[in-house]
T-cell receptor
């Protein structure tokens, strides 16, 4: 059973550029969530995908967008990068339950630096 | 709006000590609570998950308790080791949602 994998692990962009981050979910998990973690802070929820549909979104602007594919892998796209977008981007997979979520399993993250 | 607070922000102990990390949350309507470990620059490793109907969960030297009515959880680490040095994050899953709300974490340093 493979865990959650993310790519790339590190990348450097300049302001105004666009970036795509990728995530493969754990085997059998149909839900993928993306979180942003700034230095010294806890992760903040960006959005979640369930069966290829967005299923919840945190307080992030529309330039943060995503996709989920039939194999449940996912992409996070950020347009018009800003300096404050520099952070560790974490992907988590899970299986939803009746009143909430099952255990979340996270990948190693993608470290984005915006210059 | 759910808010999660972790105290202390940092903790330094000698090897072998038992220690307690605290987590409090403002809204008791939660589905579960999860404790994670994060090594510097790395992802999150799930340690323990407590369902809202449970009082505690144990895994090896770790024991997590939950008092939903008072909005508190504790993570107890027995006989700490230098390898336990990491940041420990508490996260609550609000009832009816599939997201997690995180605290800022407690940075633990265990010295030999």
């Amino acid at each position: 059973e493979t865990g959650v994998t993310q790519s790339p692990t590190h990348l450097i962009k300049t302001r105004g550029q666009q970036v795509t981050l990728r995530c493969s979910s754990q085997s059998g998990h149909n839900t993928v969530s993306w979180y942003q973690q700034a230095l010294g802070q806890g992760p903040q929820f960006i959005f979640q995908y369930y069966r290829e549909e967005e299923n919840g979104r945190g307080n992030f602007p529309p330039r943060f967008s995503g996709l989920q594919f039939p194999n449940y892998s996912s992409e996070l796209n950020v347009n018009a990068l800003e300096l404050d977008d520099s952070a560790l981007y974490l992907c988590a997979s899970s299986i939803p339950q009746g009143g909430g979520t099952g255990e979340l399993f996270f990948g190693e993250g993608s470290r984005l630096t915006v210059l | 709006k759910q808010e999660v607070t972790q105290i202390p922000a940092a903790l330094s102990v000698p090897e072998g000590e038992n220690l307690v990390l605290n987590c409090s949350f403002t809204d008791s309507a939660i589905y579960n609570l999860q404790w994670f470990r994060q090594d510097p620059g790395k992802g999150l490793t799930s340690l323990l998950l407590i369902q809202s109907s449970q009082r505690e969960q144990t895994s090896g030297r770790l024991n997590a308790s939950l008092d939903k009515s008072s909005g508190r959880s504790t993570l107890y680490i027995a006989a700490s080791q230098p390898g336990d040095s990491a940041t420990y994050l508490c996260a609550v899953n609000p009832f009816g949602y599939s997201t997690l709300t995180f605290g800022k974490g407690t940075m633990l340093l265990v010295s030999p």
